[in-house]
């Protein structure tokens, strides 16, 4: 098992920056990437962004592209999302999640934490 705690999340005004951190414990040996997923009221989990813990090869989806930055410190088993020129559109609950393999879907994450608000207003 492998267990996952998102922080950093909370009210930001358009244009601001937050970063959000994930760590992980337990069997964090068996996942090989950790990815960020947001949720909007009414709309589904969507992709944000991955890393790979080797290597750390990067994927964003193309709407944070430029704005946000995944990074990972191995030795913390953390994760982090620093996201920039915030707007109200990224406003949902950010779930960090571990896994095998980078996917931009929702299925095939192993494990997923309880999520973090962020709420950006105009």
């Known amino acids: 098992q492998v267990q996952l705690v998102e922080s950093g999340g909370g009210l930001v005004q358009a244009g601001g920056s937050l970063r959000l951190s994930c760590a992980a414990s337990g069997r964090t040996f068996s996942s090989s990437a950790m990815g960020w997923f947001r949720q909007a009221p009414g709309k589904e989990r969507e992709f944000v962004a991955a890393i790979r813990w080797t290597g750390g090869i990067t994927s964003y989806a193309d709407s944070v592209k430029g704005r946000f930055t995944i990074s990972r410190d191995n030795a913390k088993n953390t994760v982090y999302l620093q996201m920039k020129s915030l707007k109200p559109e990224d406003t949902g609950v950010y779930y960090c999640?571990?896994?095998?393999?980078?996917?931009?879907?929702?299925?095939?994450?192993?494990?997923w934490g309880p999520g973090t608000q962020v709420t950006v207003s105009s």
């Open positions: 999640a571990a896994g095998s393999t980078v996917l931009v879907t929702t299925s095939g994450w192993n494990y």
